[in-house]
């Protein structure tokens, strides 16, 4: 049974700053619906990427322009964590 894990914190490799705002980790948890559908219309419109970058920021209360400073390792960390919900197939869960 897969199990997700509904929050994680990311301990950023170099803190993003913006203006007087510095950024040591990011706190994600579960993408709301909202978040998800956002998601979803960024990724038709532009790429994948993008949309992945407005996700990570409605998800962790931040701002788009602190994330493009972001390493790209600590950009797939967070990428993996929301993708687990992403891709949650409720099948597999022995229920169904």
Request: aromatic share 8%.
């Amino acid at each position: 049974m897969a199990v997700l894990d509904k929050t994680k914190t990311i301990v950023l490799c170099q803190a993003l700053t913006v203006g007087d705002t510095r950024y040591e980790h990011l706190d994600l948890k579960e993408p709301a619906l909202a978040e998800v559908e956002q998601f979803y219309d960024i990724q038709r419109a532009k790429n994948s990427m993008a949309a992945m970058k407005l996700l990570i920021a409605l998800n962790a209360g931040v701002t788009e322009k602190a994330l493009g400073a972001m390493a790209f390792t600590d950009y797939r960390k967070c990428e993996d964590f929301l993708m687990s919900f992403l891709t949650f197939d409720p099948s597999t869960d022995g229920n169904s």
